[in-house]
């Protein structure tokens, strides 16, 4: 800590800026840690029994409460738990007696894959509405992009997968109703996992086929994932470039005989990004919760069917481990936000 | 600043890409005909090949927590069941005689049940190759035994087992016990190569490797969410045309997804769907919808070491207040039907005979009066697992009819693990009536009978605390007498029902159905109680 302390006094403000986060980022994840673990400790039930399966004998349960090491103190628990963790060992599911860590290597890609192409999507899509509608204030578009804001913006997610699935599948018959690959691709040519994101590893692996019925698979939960932070990128942008459109330096650049598009685009977004970016960082960190639902309706198998899972059936280990990925991915996507608002932003 | 152009443009790609795949893509769900439409798909995609693939889709709700042999105990015999074998096979309901040969051809008793000797299938093969012989059966056997987890337990007679030659096991039990039933368990009963698992653990099985003798192979497995096996060419039950080459097992934990793709004939069997649901079913010509009699039961232990259900008036008055009818049509939509005694009626021969209670508020409220509660006034709790629906509707209708008589019934919702543990700790201060569900490890009336009402030291399920040694007496004879004489074996199972009945030492709601849904071209689907939600890919074709 010492050494940490006088590091950062040789480094530069925005260096000791990212030390101070990292070091309260850390004591957050051992406080959420330690709630959870807790929590988990204090639920009414009986781990070895569940453990040990909801037939087990009694000399099953015994068994299983020495091995988990229930006979002992709830402080030595604590502290084995955290340093089973330091080492990077989760600890082994309660229901599959498999290793959590393993479990979510393959579970995080799958999460992460969709979440990722959904906020991009609401990049792409909602920051030129914002744009567009902030430009021409009033106007049928401008009316037509608020309304699709404040939908996206307050429609349930779980509600807009069922509709999807009903429009899309059971109606027009274009899209799968579930699952990250059909039968037939699993079948035939399945994709061979190298990062665990399926449409780069069909990418890597130059399996076309696969390739195609991937992306088919991710558009229902992309669409239903992009929709609130598409909406709120509509609301943010909109908002924001409406202030800045205001400002005195965009007449000056109008009476330069600027092009409209130039000024938009180049001088006013650039100023009025920053709060969407940041909105959309923290939009992307939290629906890797939002995520659980839709998962359970799509049967994709990611971070959020396996909590709910977890959930359901008191499988205490898995609870704490995705709550501790969850707080970490948080945690370092809000970092990963500010430090590209302070490049973003000269005055930080 | 290009940097960030390179991504948006990367990005871009990447959702034209995605929606050119939507709009102009492959079909990714094939008709709605008949025949599999994987199939279809996969012979316009995979090398062409004269005669598509048959293939089986089985939409499963649930995962497959543990696919090692030894110690799955739960929905992974889904899987288990069509890639190993056991000894013997339960035959469905009706069947003569109730257990049949498998991997043993035959099998022999001595004169004091107290040494068994299996005869084994010739020529069989592992899925590597090497042979069924006795000394795999011996290894299996004694790997379950040790690894004790599961339901290990249900080898507990066993005290040692012998190859004799190549192809005879003996086994020594140090009880007598069924040991014929015992080996068609669905769970901690099947035989695997002992040259694939030698030093494998749980985790060599769940990454998707098998080790049987079954008709089917694990082929992949992508866990929590599919599994497909591919047929064994050399089954030695040899194969027949019309026969599955693949089957595909969908772990699809939607209710409502499931429904969709057994009817658009993207699945061709699937279980638990919602009852409600039942009607659009059965109406659908495309779809069959199987109800059958299942070995499971809903029943309310009610707790005789504790006033005052330690009363067996107070039993009997709970007994006749309970609305068996309304809440079999309410919860069930029907598919159930009022149990009699403990042991499922189409486990145990001659059912018929068991007595039941029927629902009668006047008859309770003159029972509790004979009990010394003539106005009622007794505060009693009701547990059951948080969760479960069924349950919780039963309870609280239950609570309804009971509040008519003046019984104060407390229902309380609460993990299966937590309730369990209240009822194993001081039986005086445990619930007084305790809600749950029993199906049996192998089928058998003893396993009902033993866990629920046998006393035990410090019980582990008989948690109303039943005491009876004529009972005991009863049923721990005819269970050595189930594999030599059945007919006298039910007999005493009847009457030792109807002794349980007569002393309300539980609640016996209902007994369950298992209902499928199987498409309607699916041919050769029987279902078989003593394996519960198995199919087995083997015995149907389309």
Redesign the interface.
């Known amino acids: 800590m010492a050494l940490a302390v006088r590091a950062s006094s040789l480094l530069g403000p925005r260096s000791r800026y990212v030390l101070r986060r990292s070091g309260l980022a850390v004591l957050v994840v051992l406080g959420s840690v330690t709630i959870t673990f807790l929590i988990t400790r204090l639920?009414?039930?009986?781990?070895a029994?569940?453990w040990?399966?909801?037939?087990a004998?009694?000399?099953?349960i015994a068994?299983a409460r020495e091995r988990l090491g229930l006979d002992q103190p709830l402080y030595v628990q604590y502290t084995r738990y955290l340093g089973d963790l330091l080492s990077g060992n989760l600890g082994v599911s309660f229901?599959?007696?498999?290793?959590i860590a393993s479990?979510l290597g393959?579970l995080l890609p799958a999460t992460l894959e969709p979440i990722i192409?959904a906020t991009?999507?609401a990049?792409?899509v909602g920051i030129p509405i914002g744009v567009l509608g902030a430009a021409r204030p009033g106007s049928i578009f401008d009316q037509v992009a608020r309304l699709v804001s404040v939908v996206g913006v307050s429609l349930p997610t779980y509600w807009l997968a069922?509709l999807l699935?009903l429009l899309f599948?059971?109606q027009l018959?274009?899209?799968?109703?579930?699952?990250?690959v059909?039968?037939?691709?699993?079948?035939?040519?399945?994709v061979h996992p190298i990062t665990g994101f399926y449409?780069l590893d069909a990418v890597l692996t130059g399996n076309w086929?696969a390739f195609?019925?991937v992306?088919?698979?991710?558009?229902m939960p992309?669409l239903t994932l992009a929709i609130y932070p598409a909406g709120l990128a509509i609301r943010m942008t909109r908002s924001a470039m409406g202030d800045v459109l205001a400002e005195r330096y965009v007449l000056a650049a109008r009476a330069l005989g600027i092009g409209e598009r130039q000024i938009l685009f180049r001088f006013a977004l650039r100023n009025a990004i920053l709060p969407t970016i940041t909105v959309l960082g923290l939009s992307f960190a939290y629906s890797i919760t939002g995520a659980l639902l839709v998962e359970?309706?799509f049967?994709w198998?990611g971070l959020g069917?396996?909590t709910a899972?977890a959930v359901?059936s008191?499988d205490f280990p898995v609870v704490v481990a995705t709550t501790l990925v969850v707080t970490v991915f948080y945690i370092v996507v809000n970092l990963i936000v500010d430090l590209v608002h302070a490049l973003l932003d000269p005055r930080i | 600043m290009s940097d960030r152009r390179l991504l948006a443009c990367g990005a871009l790609a990447l959702s034209v890409v995605m929606v050119v795949a939507a709009c102009g893509g492959t079909t990714p769900v094939p008709s709605t005909g008949s025949g599999s439409p994987v199939s279809g798909t996969a012979g316009a995609s995979a090398p062409a090949s004269p005669v598509a693939p048959q293939v089986l889709v089985y939409a499963n709700p649930t995962t497959f927590p543990d696919l090692d042999p030894s110690t799955g105990f739960s929905n992974d015999s889904a899987v288990v069941s069509n890639v190993y074998e056991t000894l013997t096979r339960y035959a469905p309901p009706g069947s003569t005689p109730q257990v049949q040969p498998l991997l043993a051809t035959s099998w022999s008793t001595s004169a004091d049940g107290l040494t068994w000797t299996f005869r084994l299938r010739p020529d069989v093969k592992f899925h590597d190759g090497t042979p069924v012989n006795a000394a795999a059966v011996k290894y299996s056997i004694e790997r379950t035994q040790k690894l004790g987890q599961g339901a290990a337990f249900i080898w507990d007679p066993v005290k040692t087992i012998t190859a004799v030659d190549d192809l005879t096991v003996e086994f020594t039990l140090s009880y007598q016990a069924p040991l014929d039933l015992i080996a068609s368990s669905g769970y901690g009963a099947w035989i695997m190569s002992p040259a694939a698992t030698e030093g494998k653990d749980n985790g060599w099985f769940n990454a998707g490797h098998d080790a049987g003798s079954g008709p089917y192979m694990i082929d992949s497995y992508e866990k929590d969410q599919r599994a497909i096996l591919k047929r064994f060419d050399g089954y030695w039950g040899g194969w027949r045309p019309g026969q599955f080459d693949t089957v595909i097992l969908k772990v699809v934990e939607d209710a409502t997804a499931r429904q969709q793709m057994i009817q658009s004939g993207e699945a061709d069997y699937t279980y638990t769907i919602p009852t409600e649901n039942l009607p659009a079913l059965k109406s659908d010509p495309s779809v069959k919808v199987v109800a059958n009699p299942a070995y499971q039961n809903l029943l309310i232990l009610l707790n005789t070491a504790k006033v005052p259900t330690k009363d067996v008036l107070v039993r009997q008055a709970l007994s006749a207040a309970f609305p068996y009818q309304t809440v079999i049509d309410s919860t069930m939509a029907g598919y159930a039907t009022q149990a009699r005694g403990t042991v499922p009626a189409s486990l145990i021969d001659g059912a018929d005979q068991v007595p039941q209670y029927s629902y009668d508020l006047d008859k309770a409220k003159l029972l509790l009066a004979q009990a010394g509660y003539p106005n009622g006034g007794l505060p009693l709790t009701l547990t059951y697992t948080a969760g479960d629906t069924v349950e919780q509707q039963a309870a609280e209708l239950f609570r309804a009819e009971l509040a008519k008589i003046g019984v104060d019934l407390q229902v309380k919702a609460m993990a299966w693990e937590a309730q369990w543990s209240l009822a194993k700790g001081d039986p005086t201060k445990a619930q007084d009536l305790f809600m749950f569900y029993w199906w049996p490890s192998y089928a058998t009336p003893y396993d009902f009978m033993f866990n629920l009402f046998h006393s035990e030291k410090t019980p582990n399920f008989n948690l109303g605390y039943y005491r009876n040694p004529k009972y005991d007496a009863l049923i721990d004879e005819a269970n050595t007498l189930l594999s030599s004489d059945r007919a006298k074996a039910m007999a005493e199972f009847v009457a030792a029902d109807t002794i349980l009945v007569n002393d309300a030492a539980a609640i016996f709601v209902f007994d369950q159905q298992n209902i499928h849904v199987i498409r309607a071209d699916l041919k050769g689907f029987v279902d078989n109680p003593a394996y519960p939600h198995v199919l087995f890919a083997y015995e149907v074709s389309r």
């Open positions: 639920v009414p039930s009986d781990p029994a569940r040990a399966g909801s037939r004998t009694v000399e099953q068994i229901s599959t007696k498999r290793d479990d393959t192409l991009l999507l990049f792409l069922l699935q599948f059971k018959n274009w899209l799968p109703l579930s699952g990250r059909s039968d037939a691709i699993a079948l035939a040519s399945p449409l086929t195609g019925d992306a088919l698979h991710l558009v992309t359970v309706v049967s198998p069917s396996y899972a359901a008191l």
